[in-house]
Every structure is written in C-alpha cells, then in structure tokens.
C-alpha cells in the first residue's frame, strides 16, 4: 500500500506564494512520475505540473514561470511552490505518483492524494 499526504493548502492572497508539499509512503520499489493537479469548483481535474525521476518538468501553460516543482528522491517528496498566485487558482490540489512496489511491479501504479485546499482571495 501506498499513502500520499499533501500539505500546505490554504488561504493566500493574491500576488502571494504558497508553497504545497507531498510525501509518499508505504511499499515504494521505486517512484516514476511525480505530479500536482487541480481541480477548481465547477471545472475538470487538469495537470497542473509534472516530474520525472530524473527531474524533467513540464507546467501547465496557466501556471508556467509562477509555479515550480520539485521532488526529493531519497525522501519520497515532491513540492509546488506556486508564487503570484491568482484567484484563478483557487482549487483543490492533487498530488500524484506513479509508483512501484517492487521490481517485479514493472509498470507501477497510480497513486492521489485526499487533496488540499487552496484559496487566493484578498
């Protein structure tokens, strides 16, 4: 079994940095792709940022140059740091790995966390 727990949501206004951080635990062999989504009221669950084990990134185009991800391979950790944040950004945010429990587990499997809140409101 594996757990992601997200921490770090909150209420930010804008302009503002958040900093949101995810940490995988339980029978990790190996962790693949590690990513953040969202989903703000009314909307779909997109994409918001993604990152490779090697550390390769790709952003959403809404949230490029303010937002960076970042993860920590020997702690099981990735990290948003969202800077001049936007009411627009105002969701609840997803962490997301893809994960192997063992070297038998070829493909791994796809992992969420319960999600934080994030408001950006003034």
């Known amino acids: 079994q594996v757990h992601l727990v997200e921490s770090g949501g909150g209420l930010v206004q804008p302009g503002g940095s958040l900093r949101l951080s995810c940490a995988a635990s339980?029978?990790?062999?190996?962790?693949?792709?590690m990513g953040w989504y969202r989903q703000a009221p009314g909307k779909e669950r997109e994409l918001v940022a993604v990152?490779?084990?090697?550390?390769?990134?790709n952003y959403a185009d809404s949230v490029k140059g303010r937002f960076t991800i970042s993860r920590d391979n020997a702690k099981n950790t990735v990290d948003l740091q969202m800077n001049s944040v936007k009411p627009e950004d105002t969701a609840d945010y997803y962490c997301?790995?893809?994960?192997?429990?063992?070297?038998?587990?070829?493909?791994?499997?796809?992992?969420w966390g319960k999600g934080t809140l994030v408001t950006v409101s003034s």
């Open positions: 997301n790995a893809q994960v192997s429990s063992d070297f038998g587990d070829q493909y791994g499997s796809n992992y």
């Open positions: 339980g029978s990790i062999f190996s962790i693949n792709d």
């Open positions: 990152i490779t084990s090697g550390g390769n990134t």
